[in-house]
């Protein structure tokens, strides 16, 4: 069986920093791209971040780009989100997902498996 389970979310200010985990397991984890999505209320779900087998093949929303690194220990089957500078704007639940492939999607329906979700507030 398949998990995702995403941790490190919380309440920062604007200006801080969060560092989101994702723990994997049920397959081999190395063989998957994975993402990160993220839904604010009342909004549609939207691409964040993703990254291939290769720690090189990594792709960021325009909103992110700069702000956010995307990154894998497949020793660990864990993929991360670091994110800095965070704004208001990137208050939102931010979800992992799984896909089989080389390269990660911007589409979230490419995906196979996701987590739950980890809560991602920042203050003004």
């Known amino acids: 069986q398949v998990q995702l389970v995403e941790s490190g979310g919380g309440l920062v200010q604007a200006g801080g920093s969060l560092r989101l985990s994702c723990a994997t397991s049920g397959r081999t984890f190395s063989r998957y791209a994975m993402g990160w999505f993220r839904q604010a209320p009342g909004k549609e779900r939207e691409f964040v971040a993703s990254?291939?087998?290769?720690?090189?093949?990594?792709d960021y929303a325009d909103s992110v780009k700069g702000r956010f690194t995307i990154s894998r220990d497949n020793a660990k089957n864990t993929v991360y989100l670091q994110m800095n500078s965070l704004q208001p704007e990137d208050t939102a639940v931010y979800y992992c997902?799984?896909?089989?492939?080389?390269?990660?999607?911007?589409?979230?329906?490419?995906?196979?498996?996701w987590g739950q979700g980890t809560q991602v507030t920042v203050s003004s």
């Open positions: 997902a799984q896909r089989a492939g080389l390269y990660g999607s911007r589409q979230g329906s490419e995906y196979d498996y």
């Open positions: 990254i291939g087998w290769s720690t090189g093949s990594s």
